[in-house]
Structure formats: structure tokens, C-alpha cells
């Protein structure tokens, strides 16, 4: 068994799931007219990838769903589900069964299921062909197409038996490889454009390579030359440079000491010492007038005192003579010891005269306030006796602080003398200094004017050394850092002394090489061009060896489609053989005897060429002659028995029936299919040959699965399983019934 199930669900009458199962060689479907057995074989060619709404009796997608009843909603997809028995792998995939479900929404979009996977419908036809099954053809003969095959044109019937001697497969390679070769062909033609388009490119670019190679010879050329030149000329400085630092070194080295020297004169001349001792002469002579002024401010004290005393005596004794009853009291006399106590310590700290001064003053106010207040109020003669003592006292305190401003004025006057005595030695000591400075630049004019001497030379030499830098920097840009090694150049400078015009010889020859250079890099950057060149013959060989592999792949597939066309052609010739042998079979058993045949012909198709179209009457007699196409068919020989009729057109209705099934089984026989399934095909049969017409389909089953729509009780005594289609509330429903069950239920 190859074909175990069908399942069914919103496909046109269908609203609910239908299942069938085929597990006998013959099931038979049965029904009214109208009850949905037809849709079973659309369902058929829906599933195995049909894309003719024509051939499934709808215009578009819509028209396989059922669109509902006033009992029953309509669907919103229609799906049909297959399932194959692969246990012998005729289906080339690794599986024991094979499920194919196709879908379609009312939106029109189809899906295609295999296994569970989502598949393209070019998945699903490959798979399909490579075990003899299509969406239609030989295997699926629908009502009113039996006779199809003997109405069709040569060309068609030629399609036919192509598609049922299993050459689909070889035909679909075929096609694939002549659209392989086609478009072969262009890559082909369109990599040739490319390489003539390149071509120039890379011949320009292989010229400006040749001159960029030419200007690397240079290069090196230079390099070479500029090494030798830069050790020359680098042994001529270090020369040169050795002979003027010897010349000017003693000399430099002296003016430097001369510097030092004179530097060290001039401090001489700028002693600090001399002035740091005018201005210490100047701050004693300072403080000398400032201890004057002490002086005189405490000899004026001196005599304010002695006044003082004089009068507060004559005050004593007059108080004594006038009131000797007045006398102080002790806390007047405590008061007075405070306050002079009080002023004592005021003054106790005090160095400076003029606070001394403040303080005598404080005493001689107070002494006089409280003499003045006493006398007014015959104070007592004791307290103006106390502040004579003070007097005194202050008068003995001034008296020894004009003994110390004495020996201040002493010592300051000896440290004068002392400093203009040293004062006098250092003007001495300057002066030899500034003798020694005129003599020092004196020797410096003189060495100054020595070096002068070699001024010039030196000018060169810095000159030389900056045009050599110039240079190192100039061959660094035109031959790369590599220059810099010229200390290592395989040459020996034996004398450093080398003509100056030497050098200038080789100098200009350099300057030709470097002219030479430049002008064969032409402004180009080489890297750029070079790696240009590069890419560019690396794109050309790329696509050459493209072309080389087109054109093996071209010949490979010339190769292959002559292989498959001399396959196809053999297999077809060898199949027609076949058929006719089976076709001749079938046929003495449908009529009895007589003769049937097909034959391969040629017809020869007349078409004008597509640039000989004209539209003026006047031209037709010098039309180009028509083209002969060649075109290959199949034609149908019959001969009945009894009868002579030796062409189809004169057979009647049940006689082309006849003729019709014999040729169908007898193509079904030469490379049989895995299932047949057969729409009425039966329907024009009288009994005789429905008997004959169920033998033939028990012969055909047991290479073929069947499966058959019919209304005739003969073929459907030779089903194995019978299922029942019926019309209940507008969709269609199954009933099934297997024979061997129901017999042993009968019994």
C-alpha cells in the first residue's frame, strides 16, 4: 500500500473533517449526483500542488472553501491533508510516512506542509515527480476527461504519455539546465564586458607600473650615489669642524676667563661693603644728634627741677613761720607714698629719656597740685618736705642718665672714626680693580679680533652643515629612511681634505639623478598605483578564471542536456513500445480483437518569421517565404474487429470510451504509479463492458492503488472498501463500508 489517507476539512462541500482511508487496492466512492464525490479527486489534485482553479471547478482560492449554509458558518480556510506509506522509500525523503497538507486562506495565500515543515511549492512538485505523481495527468482522469486523450492534438497526447512514462522529472532537469546554460551564457558574455571594459584601465595602469619600476632602479641608483655623497660630506664637516674648533677653542677658552675675571673686578668697583660702611657712618652720626637732643632736653629737666627745689624750700620755711599748726595726716601722707610709688613704678621700666621725662613732669604736677591744695588749706609742711626728696631723687636719676648719654655719645663717635678708617682702604682696593678691568678688555679686543679672523670659514661651515641637513631631509622624502644609514656605505674616505669642487661635481650629478626620479614618478603615488595594478590584475585574473569555469559549467551542462534529451528520448521510445504492446492487449479484450496502436509523427508547423510582418497589401508578393518547424505527437491507430473503421473521428460514444480506457490502462501499466484515481470513467459502459472494464481494474491493481468514483454496481463489486457520500444540510458527509466486514456481519 502506497496511499494509506485522505483528510478533508473546509474544502468546497466539505464543513467537517472527512477522513478516508485506503487500506485495500480498490475503494470505491459512491453518491447521488451533487453529493461531493467529484471534490474528492480535486481534493486529490488541490493537495499534489494544482494551480488551476479551472481544473477544480472555481476561478479563484475562495471558490475551495466551503462558504457556509444557514446551519453551518463558513470556513475561513480549506485544508487537505495526505498521507503516504514510504516504507519503500519510492518518496526520496527518510521517512516511514509521508504527510503533504496544503492550505489555502481566503486571503489566497497557499501554504504547503510536509512533514510538519513549511515547503515551496517547487519543494513539493520536485518530490512528487521523482515517484510519477502530479497534480494531474495519467493517475488523475476526472469526469469527462477519459476521452480527452483521444481528443487532444498530437503534440498533447505526446505530453501525456511523456508525463505518465515518468520523463517529468528528466524534462524538469532538462529545462533547469537550459536555464542554466542560458544564464551561463550571459554571466559568460557579461565577464568578457568586463574584462574588455578593465582592459585599458590596466594596460595604463601596467605603463605607469613599468615607469614606477623604472624610477625604483633610480631610486636605488640614488640611494647609492646619495650615501656616498652624505659619508663625503659628512667626513668634510667633522673635518672642517675638528680644524676651526682647534683654531678658535684656546681663544674662547680665554674669554671666558676674561668674563670670569672681570665679572669679579666689577664687584671689586661695586663694592657693597663700602656703601653698607657710609651708611652705618651715617646712623651713628644719627644717633649722635638724636643723644644731643637727650641731653638737652634732660639739662633742661635738670634746671626745672633745681627751680623746683629752691622754691618749695623757701615755701617750707614760710609755712613753718606762718601757720606751724598746720600738719598732714597719715592717710594724707599714705596717699602721697602711693601715688609716687605708684609713679615709680611707671618709670622703672623705662630706658628711654623721654619717658623719664613724662614721669618727672607726672611728679613735679602732682607735688605742685597737692602743695598748692595743702597751702590753700595750711596743708602740713611734711608733704612739701616729701616732694623735695622727690625732687631730689629725679634730680639724681637725670644726673645719671646724662652720665650714660655721655658714654653712648663717646662710643658712637670712636665707631665713626673706626669705619672712615676702613672706609679709606676699600676706596684703595677699588681702584686697583678698575685698572685691572681696563687691562682684562684690552685682551679681550685682541682675541676678539683673532676670532674674527675666522669668521668666514665658520659662515661656511654653518652653511655647509645646514644645506647638509636640507639634503638628509630632501633624500629621506625621495628614497626613503633607508638614506640615513649612509654611515654604513661600503666606501672609505681616505682623506677628508677632498676638493670642495669634487663635492660640488658630484653634487650636481645628484641633482640630475634627483630630477630624473621625480620626473618618472610624474606626480603619481606609486603605493596608490601599485596597489591599483594590483587589484585590478587580480580582478582580471579573477574573471578570467570566472569565464574559465563558466565555460566548463557551459560544456558540463551542453553535456547534460544532451545527456537527459537522448535519455528522455530513448525512455519515450522505449515507453511507446510498451504501450503499444499493452495497449493492444487491452484493446482485443475491450472489443474482442482488432488492432491498436500509437505512432510517433512529425507534423510540420508553418510560421512566418517575426521581421517578415507587413501591413501594405501591395508587398504580399514579395513576402519572404514561411519558416518549417518540425513537431513532434502522437497518433492513434485503431481498426475494429468486424468493422472497417481505421480512423477515431469514426467511432461512436461507448467505442471511444472503450478505446479511451484501454489506452489509459495500458500507459498505466508501462510505469505505474503508486495510485490511479478514476472519475466515472465507467459512466458510458453498457453491463458486457463494465464486467470487462471491472477485470481490467483488478488486473491494474496489483501494481497500482485505485481509487474510483463510479455509479456502477460492477465496479463497485470489485472495491475492497465502498464509502458513501451524502448531502445532509449542504455539506457533504461520508459513510464506509468494507466489504469483508459487512460480509461476516451479513452472515
Given at each position: ?41 480535486e ?23 466551503f ?9 475561513s ?27 489555502v ?6 501554504q ?31 469526469q469527462?476527461e ?6 487532444s492534438?498530437?503534440k ?11 520523463l ?13 546554460l ?6 559568460i558574455?557579461?565577464?568578457?564586458s568586463l ?48 680644524e ?18 672681570i ?9 657693597q661693603?663700602?656703601h653698607?660702611?657710609?651708611i ?20 633742661k ?5 633745681e627751680?623746683?627745689?629752691?622754691s ?12 606751724k ?19 615709680d ?57 646724662l652720665d650714660?648719654?655721655?658714654n ?10 673706626n ?22 678688555m ?16 665658520i659662515?661656511?661651515?654653518?652653511r ?19 638614506v640615513?644609514?649612509y ?6 674616505v ?23 626620479v ?8 606609486s ?26 559549467s557551459?560544456?558540463s ?7 537527459l534529451?537522448?535519455k ?13 504492446n ?29 521581421t ?14 514561411e ?25 461512436s ?6 478505446t ?13 504509479p ?7 470513467t465507467d459512466?458510458?459502459?453498457?453491463e458486457?463492458?463494465?464486467r ?22 460492477e465496479?463497485m ?7 458513501g457520500?451524502?448531502m ?17 456481519w451479513?452472515?
Amino acid at each position: 500500500m502506497y496511499l494509506k489517507e485522505l483528510e478533508i476539512l473546509g474544502f468546497k462541500s466539505f464543513a467537517k473533517k472527512a477522513n478516508l482511508k485506503f487500506n485495500f487496492p480498490i475503494s470505491a466512492i459512491v453518491g447521488p449526483n451533487g453529493s461531493g464525490k467529484s471534490n474528492i479527486a480535486e481534493a486529490f489534485r488541490f493537495v499534489l500542488g494544482e494551480q488551476s482553479f479551472k481544473s477544480m471547478r472555481g476561478k479563484r482560492g475562495e471558490d475551495l472553501i466551503f462558504s457556509g449554509t444557514p446551519t453551518l458558518p463558513r470556513q475561513s480556510r480549506a485544508s487537505v491533508k495526505l498521507v503516504f506509506d514510504n516504507s519503500r522509500k519510492i518518496l526520496p525523503v527518510d521517512f516511514e510516512d509521508v504527510t503533504l497538507e496544503r492550505i489555502v486562506h481566503r486571503d489566497g495565500i497557499n501554504q504547503y506542509i510536509i512533514n510538519g515543515s513549511e515547503v515551496r511549492l517547487k519543494d513539493l512538485i520536485e518530490l512528487l515527480a521523482s515517484a510519477n505523481i502530479g497534480s494531474s495527468g495519467h493517475h488523475i482522469i476526472s469526469q469527462g476527461e477519459a476521452d480527452r486523450i483521444l481528443s487532444s492534438s498530437p503534440k498533447e497526447r505526446k505530453t501525456m504519455l511523456e508525463d505518465a512514462l515518468g520523463l517529468k522529472i528528466f524534462q524538469y532537469k532538462k529545462v533547469e539546465s537550459e536555464r542554466k546554460l542560458i544564464k551561463t551564457e550571459e554571466n559568460i558574455k557579461q565577464v568578457q564586458s568586463l574584462r574588455r571594459e578593465i582592459a585599458p584601465h590596466i594596460k595604463f595602469l601596467k605603463k605607469q607600473v613599468e615607469k614606477i619600476e623604472e624610477g625604483e632602479k633610480l631610486k636605488g641608483t640614488l640611494l647609492t650615489f646619495y650615501k656616498e655623497y652624505l659619508k663625503t660630506e659628512t667626513e668634510y664637516l667633522k673635518s672642517k669642524k675638528a680644524e676651526l674648533g682647534k683654531n678658535i677653542d684656546g681663544p674662547q677658552k680665554r674669554l671666558r676667563e676674561i668674563a670670569t675675571e672681570i665679572a669679579a673686578a666689577e664687584k671689586l668697583t661695586q663694592n657693597q661693603t663700602h656703601h653698607d660702611l657710609t651708611i652705618k657712618i651715617k646712623d651713628l652720626e644719627n644717633q649722635i644728634s638724636s643723644i644731643t637732643k637727650e641731653k638737652e632736653d634732660l639739662l633742661k629737666e635738670d634746671g626745672r627741677i633745681e627751680g623746683q627745689l629752691s622754691s618749695l624750700t623757701r615755701l617750707i620755711e614760710k609755712q613753718k613761720a606762718e601757720d606751724k599748726s598746720v600738719s598732714l595726716t597719715k592717710s594724707e601722707l599714705n596717699e602721697i607714698k602711693n601715688k609716687i610709688e605708684d609713679l615709680d613704678k611707671e618709670s622703672a621700666g623705662a630706658s628711654d629719656v623721654a619717658i623719664l621725662r613724662e614721669v618727672v613732669k607726672k611728679i613735679i604736677n602732682f607735688v605742685k597740685e597737692f602743695l598748692i591744695s595743702k597751702i590753700a588749706g595750711h596743708g602740713p609742711v611734711d608733704e612739701m618736705q616729701a616732694e623735695v626728696e622727690k625732687c631730689r631723687e629725679r634730680k639724681e636719676e637725670i644726673n645719671s642718665a646724662l652720665d650714660s648719654i655721655k658714654n653712648r655719645e663717646s662710643f658712637c663717635r670712636e665707631e665713626i672714626k673706626n669705619l672712615r678708617q676702613k672706609l679709606d682702604q676699600d676706596k684703595s682696593s677699588s681702584l686697583a680693580a678698575e685698572k685691572k678691568i681696563v687691562t682684562l678688555m684690552s685682551e679681550k679686543n685682541d682675541i676678539q679680533q683673532e676670532i674674527s679672523k675666522h669668521s668666514i670659514a665658520i659662515d661656511t661651515l654653518n652653511r655647509d652643515e645646514t644645506a647638509f641637513k636640507q639634503e638628509l631631509t630632501e633624500a629621506v622624502v625621495l628614497v626613503g629612511r633607508e638614506v640615513l644609514n649612509y654611515e654604513s656605505a661600503p666606501i672609505s674616505v681616505e682623506s677628508p681634505e677632498i676638493s670642495r669642487e669634487e663635492q660640488l661635481e658630484k653634487r650636481k650629478k645628484l641633482e640630475r639623478l634627483k630630477i630624473r626620479v621625480e620626473e618618472s614618478a610624474g606626480g603619481v603615488v606609486s603605493e596608490d598605483v601599485l596597489r591599483e595594478y594590483k587589484d585590478a590584475s587580480e580582478r582580471d585574473e579573477f574573471l578570467a578564471r570566472e569565464i574559465e569555469d563558466l565555460e566548463k559549467s557551459s560544456i558540463s551542462l551542453k553535456s547534460l542536456i544532451e545527456e537527459l534529451g537522448q535519455k528522455i528520448e530513448t525512455k519515450f521510445h522505449e515507453g511507446v513500445a510498451k504501450i503499444n504492446n499493452e495497449f493492444q492487449k487491452f484493446f482485443e479484450l475491450m472489443f474482442g480483437g482488432g488492432t491498436a496502436g500509437i505512432k510517433v509523427i512529425k507534423t510540420e508547423i508553418r510560421r512566418r518569421k517575426e521581421t517578415d510582418l507587413s501591413f501594405d497589401e501591395g508587398d504580399l508578393e514579395s513576402a519572404p517565404e514561411e519558416e518549417e518547424e518540425p513537431e513532434e505527437g502522437i497518433d492513434i491507430k485503431v481498426n475494429l474487429p468486424r468493422k472497417k473503421i481505421n480512423g477515431l473521428m469514426m467511432l461512436s460514444g461507448g467505442e471511444r470510451a472503450l478505446t479511451s480506457i484501454a489506452l489509459l490502462f495500458a500507459i498505466s501499466q508501462v510505469n505505474p504509479p503508486p495510485f490511479i484515481i478514476l472519475d466515472e470513467t465507467d459512466a458510458a459502459l453498457d453491463e458486457a463492458n463494465s464486467r470487462k472494464y471491472g477485470d481490467m481494474i483488478e488486473n491494474l491493481s496489483k501494481s497500482s492503488q485505485l481509487i474510483l468514483i463510479t455509479h456502477n454496481r460492477e465496479t463497485m463489486s470489485r472495491a475492497g472498501v465502498l464509502y458513501g457520500v451524502t448531502m445532509i444540510g449542504g455539506a457533504s458527509q461520508l459513510l464506509s463500508v468494507a466489504f469483508d466486514e459487512g460480509t461476516q456481519w451479513a452472515k
